[in-house]
Every structure is written in C-alpha cells, then in structure tokens.
C-alpha cells in the first residue's frame, strides 16, 4: 500500500492522476463536481440520450422484459429485442450480420483474439483507441505499430515477407484528436497486400454519412473492403452497449470464439430497445446531424477569428492542443469555474507534450453558448500562455 500511495503521489506531482468526478443532472446543462454549466465534454452528439422516442422504447422494454437479460446470449438471454436490433443494424449498416456485446470495449476486446492469434500479425495505428490495442495484446499475435494515418509505413510493413493472418486495426474517427483516419486508401493497401482491415466506428455512427450511418457510408467502402466493422451506442445514439458487423460467416465465428461475448450477459433489453429508437430517430431527424455540423463549423470560425489555433478536424471532437499536463489542468480548471464545463486530458491517453482540451460539440448547443465558450477561452490562455512558445 506505501507503494501505491507514493505511485499516486508521483501522478499528482506530474499532473496526470485521474480523479473520478459525481456528475448530477445533466447532460447539457449539468453539475459536475464542484462546478455547474453547459457541458462542452460529452460524446452525446445528437442529443439522443433525452429524446423522448428513446426514452419511451426503454420504458417500454422494462414494462415488457425486466431490468435484465439475467443470462449470457448464447444461454437465453438473447430476446426479440436483441434481435431487432441486430437486424435493424445490419440492414442500416449494409451488413450480413451483427454480434452485440455489453460495450464497445468489449467488442474490440473480444473481436482481435477471435481473429488473430499466435503466429500473426496485427498492424494498429499509434493513436487507436485503447481498446484496440488490448485487445490486440490479449491475443498473442505479434502487434506493430505504424505513425498515425500513415499507409506508406503500414503497406511497407504488409508487404515484408511474413506467415500468417495481417489484420489492421483503426478508429475511423479518432477519439482525442477528432481527425478522420484515411479510410479508402487503407482499405486499398489491406487489400493489395492481402490484409485483413477492422474499423471501429464508434464516433462515426449517427454522424457522419448521408444516413448517418458512420465512416463507411461516408466514404463509400463496403464489407469486402472493410470485413470487420465494430462500433457503439454511447456516443452519437446516446445509450450504451457495442457491436461487431461483419458477413454471416464472421458472426457465426465470433459467437464460437469472442470470449467477451460467450461470458458476459447479454445488454439489457432496454439498452436494445433505445438504441433501435435511437437509429430510428437518426434516419427520421437529419436535421439533428445538419445542426451539428452547423455548430461544428461556426466553433472553428469564431475560433479563428479570436485567433485561437485549431487542428484540421471538422467534426465534433475539437482539441485545443495546450502542451503541459499542468497548464491544461489550469485552464480546464478556470473555464469550469466559469460555467463551461471542458476537461482536461493529459498522458497516458494521449503522447507527452501534447495535453488538451477536449472540446465536443453538440447539435443543442447554441450559438451564444460556444461564444461564450471561446471568448472564455481566449482570455484565459491570455492570461496563461505556452511558456514553449
């Protein structure tokens, strides 16, 4: 235990311990710790988490089924519910079949060792999602790692002689820098170099495509470009829970082999229930993506305009690049007490040197409230500038 306090006590000093915060209300306008504001931190992008259709189909299933799956999906706790969902994300997906699991970390988790083993290989970019990662490292293969969005370096590394099965892992929308990874043109390396290609959407469902079916749609890939496609619904859907889309054969094989499936109970039934509603609501309001993207662009021009240097990300994850995990502890901290609710992230979850602001934005967010926002901002790193600088 003295170890484990002096590790603490070092995080602290180096202003990287993570604390966890009681958040009440919300999720806009919320408490969070010993602050009170508008939320710039969430991930719920469409607002879906409070709509009232989603809302009602949980509701629903708890009338209908319990609280629970009370079992593993392969003993009996796949319901209806499930199933409805399977076969309303495939067909929105333009997928065979879909496996759920309780998380999205529980898909990547489960999905790379039931893949890939001992004796292969696994290709991750260095800025995938920890989840990835895990899993890639749980399963045995042996795991490289390429620079960022750089399929020069991934087709070099491909094409060198090797056994085995080559499986490329990628977020498609990448979770603390907000950029699009070049999907077409790794699909079109995997390919040349008989590599099997995973993308896990989770921050593409619900906003980007022209149904909002994710990164895929968006650029026009499709399951022989993209096998494996997992993804979940905590962010722009607003619930929770993961999923792994693929052809029948793929399912068929991950149900005998994704062990984060085989042991865990199946999501609750109202979980099932609001995502369906929730994937109804993003095909029948496509105004909530086009007033996302309204607020998306209007947040980089006031910015610009205020000079505050952005990343080329155009999408709903926003970093504001601060260096120091101390400094962006400060700022973060000052913009809270202001009322704008941003948090800090700093190493492990992202490289030394490069703590943040991770600012995401939100299709009910308004105008004055992202002024606010930023004119707060910009005084403040007035205030507190990179001393690197």
């Not at 919300?26 to 602050?35: A, K, T």
């Not at 199933?83 to 495939?90: H, I, T």
């Not at 959407?201 to 494996?228: F, K, M, Q, S, W």
């Amino acid at each position: 235990m003295r170890l484990e306090a002096a590790r603490m006590q070092a995080r602290a000093s180096e202003g990287v311990r993570r604390r966890q915060l009681r958040v009440d209300d919300g999720p806009l306008h919320c408490r969070m710790g010993e602050y009170e504001g508008i939320s710039f931190c969430g991930n719920d992008y469409l607002n879906l988490s409070t709509h009232p259709a989603v809302r009602e189909a949980m509701k629903k299933a708890i009338d209908r089924y319990g609280s629970g799956s009370c079992a593993s999906q392969l003993v009996c706790g796949h319901l209806p519910v499930h199933r409805d969902l399977e076969e309303r994300l495939a067909q929105w997906l333009g997928r065979e079949s879909v496996l759920l699991f309780g998380s999205a970390y529980q898909a990547n988790l489960g999905v790379v060792p039931a893949l890939a083993g001992r004796g292969d290989q696994v290709h991750c970019d260095r800025l995938c999602h920890a989840s990835l990662i895990d899993g890639a490292r749980l399963s045995g293969a042996r795991l490289r790692r390429y620079r960022h969005a750089d399929t020069d370096q991934l087709e070099q590394r491909l094409a060198a002689p090797g056994e085995g099965l080559k499986l490329v892992l990628t977020d498609s929308v990448f979770s603390m820098d907000g950029d699009l990874a070049p999907l077409p043109e790794l699909a079109a390396a995997c390919s040349r170099q008989g590599a099997v290609l995973m993308v896990d959407d989770a921050h593409g469902i619900g906003v980007l495509g022209r149904n909002g079916a994710g990164a895929l749609e968006a650029t026009g890939l499709d399951t022989c470009d993209v096998p494996v496609l997992t993804g979940g619904f905590g962010k722009a859907l607003g619930c929770s829970g993961g999923f792994v889309a693929g052809t029948a054969e793929l399912i068929d094989h991950l149900v005998q082999h994704a062990r984060s499936a085989i042991y865990s109970t199946a999501p609750a039934p109202a979980i099932a229930a609001g995502v369906t509603a929730a994937i109804g609501v993003v095909l029948d309001e496509p105004w909530r993506r086009a007033r996302l993207r309204e607020n998306i662009g209007y947040f980089r021009r006031r910015a610009a305009g205020l000079g505050l240097e952005l990343p080329g990300p155009e999408g709903p994850i926003q970093p504001v690049i601060l260096g120091a995990a101390g400094r962006a502890l400060r700022v973060a901290r000052r913009l809270c007490e202001q009322g704008h609710l941003v948090m800090a992230i700093r190493p492990p979850t992202v490289p030394a040197g490069t703590a943040r602001l991770r600012i995401t934005l939100t299709a009910q967010h308004e105008t004055a409230q992202i002024d606010a926002l930023l004119v707060a901002l910009a005084g403040i790193l007035a205030r507190d500038p990179d001393p690197g600088a």
